[in-house]
């Protein structure tokens, strides 16, 4: 039974990430195995309204309105803002605490199992335990009109969970679980346009809704390629979920940081400097930084965005890069969250939470969009 004990505790850290509270007898260990609802059905288009660019095209979008353009693919993500004066997306408080049944037996070679369903002839010791809870993320992604590969729902969790696990270790962004993504992938061009509903926005790559709370995202013919766009979006719709109206240059700079994210097992790293070109700016770097800080939605998506959008991911990875600049993010993060329908003075914030303040800070990015380190940050 040494076996049965390495599963025991296996799923006993699972049940531990999760939350989960095992009901049974004292001395049984278990741990359900996540089940996913598949979404059933999704309307045909996105609600109108004022649509706001979205980012990059290997670069997700904001849950803020926005609308980005891309610079590698060439393509845009979007999001379309939503009505209300709730600023969080608050999915999470919609998901009822359920139960479920886990089924427990013995093998004919002596080794435990448990599962979401029953054993098949042959099983001894069979018994049925109750996890009450839910996941901290619950993923629902279906294709419209093709046909997903397998296991890539369970990599869309994964992805989810590893950017949540960040946002909540590394910048104190907490949240209760069972918060809901609605993923959509969509292969026709005419019917992305038309979830998206909005013209703008029909060349995106991915575009995610803050009325209806789902993101969309074209297939690509490289997986590796929808999966960059899906991350981008995960990361604003967390944004969404859990911070508010984020100013763009940070959503889009923390999108940009989490769609570079690779993910294996528990752990994940992002690597920022891989495939950059490093970028003339001045060595002070506080003029224009003081800029991008200082721009809006439309300022930031006019003429020179792509540029913006790497300056965007830049800061981010600076911030990222260290506890302290990890702490003055949290600040901004923080602030934000108190606040969540206005964005923030990001730039006033850093200033007072960066050591050395913002001159600090733009002297640090500047030599980072100069000469790129080599830090990959796994966590």
């Known amino acids: 039974m040494k076996v049965a004990s390495v599963l025991v505790a296996a799923l006993l850290c699972a049940l531990a990430a999760w939350g989960l509270t095992l009901r049974g007898d004292a001395e049984q260990s278990a741990s359900a195995v996540a089940s996913i609802p598949v979404q059933e059905a999704v309307r045909a288009s996105v609600p109108a309204g004022n649509p706001e660019p979205s980012q990059r095209p290997d670069v997700p979008v904001v849950a803020a309105p926005e609308l980005h353009a ?107 679980s069972g918060l809901v993504l609605d993923v959509v992938f969509v292969q026709s061009a005419e019917a992305y346009a038309r979830f998206v509903a909005a013209p703008a926005l029909a060349e995106s790559a991915g575009a995610y809704s803050s009325r209806d709370r789902t993101i969309h995202v074209r297939w690509q013919a490289d997986e590796e390629v929808a999966f960059l766009v899906l991350r981008h979006e995960i990361s604003h ?39 950059w070109s490093p970028l003339h700016i001045s060595t002070e770097g506080i003029e224009e930084l003081v800029d991008l800080l200082a721009r809006e939605h439309d300022s930031f998506l006019a003429e020179g965005r792509e540029q913006r959008y790497l300056q965007a991911f830049a800061l981010v990875a600076v911030l990222m890069e260290r506890p302290a600049g990890r702490a003055a993010f949290a600040a901004v993060l923080a602030a934000q969250r108190a606040d969540s329908c206005v964005p923030v003075d990001a730039g006033g914030l850093l200033d007072t939470h960066y050591p050395g303040g913002l001159a600090a800070l733009a002297r640090d990015w500047s030599r980072w969009l100069r000469d790129p380190p080599s830090t990959v940050h796994a966590f």
Request: aromatic letters at 2%.
């Open 70 to 176: 891309g610079s590698d693919a060439g393509a845009l993500i979007a999001h379309l803002p939503r009505e209300g004066g709730r600023c969080l997306a608050g999915t999470a408080a919609a998901v009822k605490t359920s139960r479920i049944a886990v089924h427990r037996w013995v093998d004919a070679s002596g080794i435990t199992h448990y599962s979401d369903t029953p054993p098949g002839r042959g099983a001894s010791d069979h018994r049925v335990l109750e996890v009450e809870g839910v996941p901290p993320i619950v993923v629902r992604a279906r294709g419209h009109d093709v046909n997903l590969p397998t296991g890539l729902q369970q990599r869309a969790v994964a992805d989810a969970l590893a950017i949540e696990r960040s946002l909540r270790d590394q910048l104190g962004v907490g949240g209760e």
């Open 237 to 275: 719709a967390l944004v969404h979920e859990r911070v508010g109206r984020l100013p763009v240059v940070l959503n889009e700079g923390l999108a940009g940081f989490f769609e570079r994210m690779s993910v294996s097992g528990l752990g994940a790293q992002v690597a920022p400097a891989r495939s």
